[in-house]
């Protein structure tokens, strides 16, 4: 397949380097004006506070927050929160714009936004977590809303977190607002499937891949690097699938079996061991570096951003790539993979089936009604497939790897929309 040259990269890869990239390629091939240009490149809001909070210690820590709203061109902004040490502005603009498009890939009404917290949630207590969560809705009172901006659990949150957020927006605002956020416990508004969706979704992805290589998914063998929300659902639903799972990682290391990797025994361990794998005895250790170039048929990096990079992607032996996590390929790699003839399902397109259900979870919150799990799947798969294939169309198309093809997608579904509303 050709590869369209991208413009001169800079020395350094980021996330939102990687992402700028990929972005003029696609605008470049669409042969939209310049006007088009800087209203999708600069994000509509970004906003930064410092929260204070009393440790358990007695003492106050000022943490910095980021929520940033890239568009609301197509709806309400949607997004997650992030609570990691590495989260910085940059990484959250990357983040708030990879939401835009991939809303816009798999054609839901939202626009993008994403936030964070530069926190290390591995070592806070439940009680400082919460009191920072708090702390940081009451910042963001004004900026997010069920018609504005929408938060969702990313790395480092979960249901509990969000129910803290829901809680404290509800009581701000003299009334339960279940439609603020999604990715909530069950009981408080959640959606059934909304846990293992980004993980369905990767799963619904890898399966339609490996039916263009025509790979079958009984002899197929994977390997997941990261074993939180997205990877462990991936890995389980792939392994239901009769996939055989030989690795899998967390930041303790990377564990490998031949054989396959019992995957309900692996969550069952994490369950039981505070969420990590640290002694898993289900595989031998090996280098997390390994993982990612073992030769299976499917690799799916679902930690976080740029873990295929210029370095690696030479060695990396996958027939195909599935990507959970946002961004874990640089601009650099693509090149490298596309020549080496390696199927990159990317991010905006493979770890869309948790805003999808997101989506549903609002719906079923302005609606008062609750739907099915199997319902909830059975739509969700839909739009996986449909995505799926309408990407892979664009590939064809543009003669285009899928990645560019679904930035294609996007920015004509953002720029037609734009066009219509007008007025700006
Ligand atoms: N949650 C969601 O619905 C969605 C998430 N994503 C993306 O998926 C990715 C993962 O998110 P999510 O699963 O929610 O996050 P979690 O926090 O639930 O899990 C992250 C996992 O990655 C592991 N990890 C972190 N660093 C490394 C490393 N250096 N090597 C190997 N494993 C590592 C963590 O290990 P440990 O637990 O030991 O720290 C954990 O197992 C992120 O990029 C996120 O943006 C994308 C779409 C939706
Ligand atoms: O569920 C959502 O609204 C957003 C999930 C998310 O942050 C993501 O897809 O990266």
């Not at 995505?387 to 093809?405: D, G, N």
Request: proline fraction near 5%; hydrophobic fraction near 40%.
């Amino acid at each position: 397949m050709a590869y369209i040259e991208p413009a001169p990269i800079k020395d350094t890869e980021n996330p939102l380097e990687s992402m700028m990239q990929r972005f003029n390629t696609a605008f470049e091939l669409l042969g939209f004006d310049e006007e088009m240009y800087d209203i999708l490149k600069v994000p509509a809001k970004q906003v930064v506070v410092g929260l204070p909070v009393t440790m358990d210690n007695g003492k106050i820590k000022i943490f910095e927050g980021y929520r940033v709203i890239h568009s609301n061109i197509l709806g309400p902004a949607k997004g997650g929160l992030r609570f990691d040490p590495g989260v910085n502005l940059n990484e959250v603009k990357a983040l708030a714009a990879w939401m835009t498009w991939k809303c816009a890939v798999v054609d839901i009404p939202y626009g993008g936004a994403k936030g964070g917290v530069t926190c290390n949630p591995r070592e806070m207590s439940a009680g400082e977590l919460e009191r920072l969560m708090r702390t940081y809705t009451q910042t963001m009172l004004g900026v997010f809303g069920p018609d504005r901006d929408i938060p969702a659990p990313d790395m480092g949150t979960g249901p509990r977190e969000m129910a803290w957020l829901m809680d404290e927006y509800s009581k701000a605002n003299g009334m339960t607002v279940h439609s603020v956020v999604t990715g909530k416990p069950l009981v408080l508004g959640g959606s059934e499937g909304r846990v293992e969706a980004t993980g369905r979704g990767v799963m619904v992805c890898a399966l339609v891949g490996m039916e263009k290589l025509r790979v079958n998914p009984y002899h197929a063998t994977c390997a997941v690097q990261g074993f939180g929300n997205v990877g462990s659902h991936a890995a389980r639903l792939l392994h239901e699938r009769g996939v055989k799972v030989v690795a899998i990682s967390d930041v303790t290391g990377a564990y490998y079996n031949k054989k396959g990797i019992d995957i309900k025994a692996a969550m069952e361990y994490t369950e039981k061991n505070n969420r990590s794998l640290a002694g898993f005895k289900g595989g031998e250790k090996i280098d997390p570096a390994d993982l990612l170039t073992l030769e299976v048929d499917v690799l799916v990096p679902a930690a976080m951003e740029d873990v295929i990079v210029e370095t690696n992607a030479p060695k990396i032996r996958a027939k195909m790539i599935v990507e959970g996590a946002n961004g874990p390929t640089s601009a650099k790699a693509d090149k490298i993979l596309n020549e080496k003839g390696i199927l990159a399902v990317p991010d905006i397109l493979a770890n869309a089936g948790g805003v999808s259900v997101s989506y549903f979870e609002w719906v079923q919150n302005r609606l008062g009604y609750k739907w099915t799990a199997e319902r909830i799947k059975r739509r969700s798969d839909r739009i996986m497939k449909e995505a799926f294939e309408r990407v892979y169309a664009t590939s064809l198309e543009y003669k285009v790897p899928m990645r560019i093809a679904a930035y294609i997608v996007a920015l004509k579904k953002v720029a037609d929309t734009y066009q219509f509303r007008g007025g700006y």
